[in-house]
């Protein structure tokens, strides 16, 4: 059984610091993973999608990274803003279907980032 | 750009009763999904569809049901609403099920007393 790990749950950072978000996952049978924001009281928005096959992705001042073997996923935000303050999430998509035919994407927790002035 | 589009926003409701929680994009996607996150936990997946007319059951679907007629349309329905049923509820579609980005709705958040 897959399960997501996120750590730390919760991370207070001054503005303008660089900062990694940690994602590990049980099983290294996975399809991709895909980085997600969750702002209060909204719904998720991708930011990443990284293929099992890649080493990385990057969008703007995100960067992920994952690294199948070893079962982690890491998330870097360079010059934190307090915009970028949110709960940040990682979904694992498997390799294999369920045997109930889906997909049985396992979410994380969340890391709570707050970036402050 | 509406994206997916959920209502209502909150909703209280009593021991019993039932009720809809309506969801619609307006992207085309085939594949529609609905979730629910309970506080310290996961996403778990209820109920998701591969296109109209084709519902399948997730990982956690006892106590709820779903339709799709159209392929904007995916409501969820609560029948006799219980305690344990009270949950913030997403909904959410992509084009494929696997290689694609999900777009999620902005949330239900129910309360069942």
């Known amino acids: 059984k897959q399960e997501v790990t996120q750590i730390p749950a919760a991370l207070s950072v001054p503005e303008g610091e660089n900062l990694v978000l940690n994602c590990s996952f049980t099983?290294?049978?996975?399809?991709?993973l895909q980085w997600f924001r969750q702002d209060p009281g909204k719904g998720l928005t991708s930011l990443l999608l990284i293929q099992s096959s890649q080493r990385e992705q990057t969008s703007g001042r995100l960067n992920a990274s994952l690294d199948k073997s070893s079962g982690r996923s890491t998330l870097y935000i360079a010059a934190s803003q307090p915009g970028d303050s949110a709960t940040y999430l990682c979904?694992?998509?498997?390799?294999?279907?369920?045997?109930?035919?889906?997909?049985?994407?396992?979410f994380g927790i969340g890391t709570k980032l707050q970036v402050i002035p | 750009n509406a994206g997916v589009t959920q209502t209502p926003k909150f909703r209280i409701l009593k021991i019993g009763q039932s009720m809809t929680l309506q969801c619609a994009q307006d992207m085309n996607h085939n594949y529609m999904y609905w979730y629910r996150q309970d506080p310290g936990m996961g996403l778990k997946l209820i109920y998701y569809s591969v296109g109209a007319g084709i519902t399948d059951k997730g990982e956690v679907p006892n106590g709820y049901n779903v339709s799709r007629s159209t392929t904007e349309d995916f409501p969820l329905r609560l029948e006799l609403a219980a305690p344990s049923q009270t949950s913030v509820y997403f909904c959410?579609?992509?084009?494929?099920?696997?290689?694609?980005?999900?777009?999620f709705g902005q949330g239900t958040r129910l309360t069942v007393v």
């Open positions: 959410a579609s992509s084009i494929g099920q696997r290689n694609t980005e999900a777009f």
């Open positions: 099983d290294s049978a996975i399809y991709n």
């Open positions: 979904a694992v998509h498997p390799l294999f279907m369920n045997s109930g035919g889906y997909q049985k994407v396992t």
